[in-house]
């Protein structure tokens, strides 16, 4: 196998990563909607955890994206 | 279809005005330009916004003062008491990675927190300061924090290296995590910004996914550093309470 389309493989099993970003993120929100859907006066207090939780699901798979974007722009 | 892309080429640092003293090599760069302007907007908007001081805020005083009592609620419930001291590094560490994000993506700008060592000199202040700060405070005590209370002796064999390399690895992952999101969300604006550039008359698909990545990316920007600044006072947190 030559290194360009190595590379290209590389770069696609990279993106895996956003298959748990994409679980968490679905995961978190589907939590908070479950959660006001159940208690509404507590919308307040859940949503900027949601957000919290949001944003740490995101930043594991864009670890992986990031990585991806190495593999086929930088090396 | 061989495309032309060069998505890296935004983070690229160029010396405006060169400096050298000694050996080092302390240019003016495009990445300190804009951590200028960043410090100058921020500056700007709670200097000038709080200068009248009126009882009922204008606009300006408005955005001044909720920024202002959004970090001060945040360090409050998050921190816990006795972190009043702090408030003033982490709504200035707030409003630089906040400002330098949004600069960010103001096309043909330059994103200060899409270089790694950008984000991990912040974080390593962050978590020199934190270790300092317990220590200052609980003395050599502060080394239980990393021995897990009613533990089996067998379990902390385990339990402590996890525990300290937990700590460790505390600013790699906040810095990571902050240059990531900006590199990342840069990258695929300006990768389908390519795709849009060779494609023709198609290009307005492209264009509008574009449109929506940059909306999801205003959203990034300030869910970071809330997160940056979050993650800041749950540090402190540690160091001042210790569980």
């Excluded at chain 1, 908070?32 to 900027?48: E, F, H």
């Excluded at chain 2, 899409?114 to 317990?134: E, P, R, Y």
């Excluded at chain 2, 840069?186 to 307005?204: C, Q, V």
Aim: charged content about 10%; overall charge negative.
């Amino acid at each position: 196998m030559d290194l360009a389309s190595a590379k290209m493989i590389g770069a696609g099993l990279a993106c895996i990563a956003l298959v748990g970003a994409g679980v968490g993120i679905g995961n978190v929100f589907s939590s908070l909607i479950s959660a006001v859907a159940r208690n509404p006066a507590a919308q307040a207090q859940v949503q900027p955890f949601a957000f919290l939780g949001f944003a740490l699901a995101e930043a594991t798979g864009l670890f992986g994206l990031a990585i991806a974007f190495l593999i086929l722009f930088v090396f | 279809m061989a495309l032309e892309l060069h998505p890296l080429e935004q983070f690229q640092i160029e010396p405006l005005i060169p400096l050298h003293i000694g050996g080092l090599d302390v240019s003016y760069t495009n990445s300190a330009l804009f951590m200028t302007v960043a410090v100058v907007l921020i500056t700007a908007l709670l200097v000038l916004g709080t200068r009248r001081g009126a009882l009922v805020p204008g606009r300006w005083q408005s955005m001044a003062e909720m920024s202002y009592e959004f970090v001060a609620d945040m360090v409050e419930t998050n921190a816990g008491h006795g972190a009043e001291p702090y408030f003033p590094f982490v709504f200035t560490l707030f409003m630089f990675v906040l400002f330098s994000n949004l600069l960010g993506l103001i096309p043909y700008s330059f994103t200060v927190t899409s270089h790694i060592i950008v984000t991990f000199a912040l974080a390593a202040v962050v978590f020199i300061g934190v270790t300092i700060i317990g220590f200052a405070k609980h003395g050599l005590h502060f080394f239980r924090f990393f021995v897990p209370e009613g533990v089996p002796l067998l379990l902390l064999v385990i339990l402590v290296p996890i525990e300290l390399l937990s700590y460790f690895i505390r600013p790699f992952t906040l810095s990571i995590r902050l240059f990531a999101n900006m590199l990342a969300g840069h990258t695929m604006l300006a990768i389908f910004g390519g795709f849009a550039a060779s494609i023709g008359l198609a290009a307005f698909l492209p264009v509008a996914l574009d449109v929506a990545i940059l909306a999801l990316e205003v959203l990034v920007a300030a869910l970071q550093a809330y997160v940056f600044a979050i993650l800041t006072c749950l540090y402190l947190r540690d160091a001042l309470h210790m569980h």
